[in-house]
């Protein structure tokens, strides 16, 4: 009889003590080897948080198996999260911030990423990059980032190379949002002097495309107005609400640009960041700004589960048919209505439109529902329909 993977991981078994870093790598390789998990970027996080743990507590060859095992999941993601409950990688990335948190003194400096550092500097007192976002960190310490637009696939190539010498590479494909979190992430860092903007402009062929380098650049030399509005840019919506007239001068005043827009070549960027390197630009006088007013609000599962009046739903994916069934009831059990699709989009705006639901915590149920038999169609991943969260209410 096949064992559960709950029954499998030592995480999930009762009565243990704390877990030695050796341990979780052992789960980390099993969820590794379950199919839904091996193409999974939720997956492919917890490994980098493992490798990181690892690293700082000098378990060196476990954060390079953990980073290898990682590579290979990059390579052949399909998804970022399938919404699992249980979700095995995020037990295990619960569990390492937990040993973080008692693992090591806030007073100690932390150590440089680089090995081949000899400075003391110290990292930044909050976490960062302070903004979530499409980027590869490597030398916190490092003076330069880069920034490569429209191009999502420069930043892999480029971390490959660069690793030790650079604090960040991503893209950015607007220029509001996405700029805002470049500004944000580089002035928290007083170590960074140096932005390369390279890779093809973003939405240069769209009619009024986005030019999130063009918007960068007249960030730096111009500033915003009154009203928050990047003077000179001509993206579609260059307004950058949440960045103050402050934190755009401590841009301007940090940060050396060098342009490179339209350049995707690797060789000519690590050759323009070995030019930067050399000029040794010292730590920004004044210390990295931090506290970003960003409001977060802990998730949490619904304690009363009120039914949608509409009716509700079955959902029976056919792989042989590539097609997905949705079977609509009225709450009394009675069938009304089949809706028959290949994918979870047209699926769910067909349900929208017929008004077979009016309850948004059913539309975000059935939208994560219709996705994961979507992947199973797709890629074979089983499904299984989970239950609606909650305890029925008397109301």
Not at 8 to 24: A, D, N, R, T, V
Not at 180 to 190: G, L
Not at 266 to 294: C, S, W, Y
Request: proline share 4%.
């Amino acid at each position: 009889m096949k064992r559960k993977v709950t029954e499998l991981l030592k995480i999930y078994q009762p009565g243990k003590e704390q877990l030695s870093l050796k341990e979780i790598y052992g789960d980390l390789k099993n969820i590794s080897k379950i199919k839904k998990c091996s193409i999974c970027g939720c997956n492919a996080d917890t490994l980098k948080e493992f490798a990181e743990l690892a690293q700082v507590n000098d378990k060196k060859k476990l954060a390079k198996n953990a980073m290898v095992l990682r590579k290979k999941i990059i390579e052949q993601k399909k998804y970022d999260c399938l919404g699992c409950n249980p979700c095995y990688p995020a037990d295990i990335s619960n569990l390492l911030f937990e040993l973080g948190e008692n693992n090591g003194d806030d007073n100690k400096p932390e150590s440089c990423a680089s090995e081949s550092c000899g400075c003391n500097t110290q990292k930044p007192k909050t976490k960062w990059p302070v903004e979530r976002g499409n980027y590869f960190v490597g030398n916190e310490k490092a003076a330069i980032a880069i920034n490569t637009l429209s191009n999502t696939e420069l930043p892999k190539r480029l971390i490959i190379s660069l690793k030790d010498k650079i604090a960040m590479v991503g893209y950015c494909e607007t220029e509001n949002i996405g700029v805002e979190k470049i500004v944000k992430n580089t002035i928290s860092n007083p170590n960074i002097r140096t932005l390369i903007i390279c890779g093809n402009e973003s939405g240069q062929n769209l009619m009024g495309g986005h030019f999130s380098g063009q918007a960068l650049l007249s960030l730096h030399s111009s500033g915003i107005t009154e009203k928050n509005r990047i003077i000179g840019a001509k993206g579609k919506r260059p307004v950058v609400k949440n960045l103050s007239t402050e934190q755009v001068k401590r841009f301007q005043s940090q940060v050396e640009i060098i342009e490179l827009i339209g350049n995707n070549s690797v060789e000519d960027i690590i050759l323009n960041v070995d030019i930067a390197r050399a000029k040794e630009k010292p730590i920004f006088e004044k210390r990295g700004v931090n506290g970003f007013a960003n409001s977060e609000i802990i998730a949490q599962n619904p304690q009363k589960l009120r039914l949608d009046k509409k009716g509700y739903f079955v959902i029976l994916p056919v792989r042989s048919e590539k097609k997905i069934f949705v079977e609509y009831y009225a709450n009394n059990g009675e069938l009304l209505q089949t809706i028959v699709g290949n994918d979870a989009a047209s699926i769910y705006y067909t349900i929208i439109e017929k008004e077979f639901i009016s309850k948004p915590d059913h539309c975000a149920y059935l939208g994560k529902e219709l996705t994961k038999a979507e992947y199973f169609i797709k890629y074979n991943i089983p499904y299984v329909q989970d239950k609606a969260l909650g305890e029925i209410g008397n109301d």
